[in-house]
Structures are given as C-alpha cells and as structure tokens.
C-alpha cells in the first residue's frame, strides 16, 4: 500500500503552499494520519496529526498558527495548509497513515508512509 504525496515546491517566506497525500489502492478512514518532514542533516520529525473522525488534530509547537491539517473523506485525502512559510520549514515533508485511529507523534506509530514531497522556502 502507497501513499502519494504532492504540492510540495519553492515558495518565497511567507508564502504559502498546500501539500496533499492520498491513498488510490486503500482508504484510510479508520486510521489516523500525519505528517512528518526531515530537513537536510537532521532527523524526520512530526508535524501535524489528525485522527480519524477529523475531530482532533495537533501539531508541533512550531507550526501552530500556520499549518492546517485536513481530511477528505470522499477521494481519500488528506491535505496540509501551510501559510506563512519560513526557511526553517525547508524539508521533504511525508504523509503516514497511523496503525492506530488515534495516532501520537512519534513515527513508530505509524504504518504506511508516502514517497516525500518536497519544499524549499528561500529567504
């Protein structure tokens, strides 16, 4: 099973970019999903998470206030709204779609995992 990732690109800071992960071969909608990234150097991390009914989501500390995560039912998608880029948030980002309803943050936790899209925010 294959997630697909996509959106990612170069975008100035402050802009804005929307990345979307979907699934043509499974839906995932007993399972919560997430999104993590691993910029150049360092280790991949978590970045927002959603359960999932779409009743909860949660995000690292750095990203509140500027990253959205979503789902879509009806194609199988979930998306990531991320506004107000800063150069720090250069990474391939990853969608993962958790063994759990429930997912926490750490990446153990989940199970399949999409390909990467990249983003690169120039200063």
């Known amino acids: 099973v294959q997630l697909q990732a996509s959106g990612g690109g170069l975008v100035q800071a402050g802009g804005s970019l929307r990345l979307s992960c979907t699934s043509s071969?499974?839906?995932?909608?007993?399972?919560?999903m997430g999104w993590f990234r691993q910029a150049p150097g360092k280790g991949r991390e978590f970045v927002a998470g959603?359960?999932?009914?779409?009743?909860?989501?949660y995000y690292t500390d750095s990203v509140k206030g500027r990253f959205t995560i979503s789902r879509t039912y009806a194609n199988n998608t979930i998306s990531l709204q991320m506004n107000s880029l800063k150069p720090e948030d250069t990474a391939v980002y990853y969608c993962?779609?958790?063994?759990?309803?429930?997912?926490?943050?750490?990446?153990?936790?989940?199970?399949?995992w999409g390909q990467g899209t990249l983003v690169t925010v120039s200063s």
């Open positions: 993962a779609a958790a063994l759990r309803a429930v997912p926490g943050r750490d990446e153990t936790e989940y199970r399949y």
């Open positions: 071969r499974r839906t995932f909608s007993n399972n919560g």
């Open positions: 959603i359960t999932w009914n779409g009743g909860q989501t």
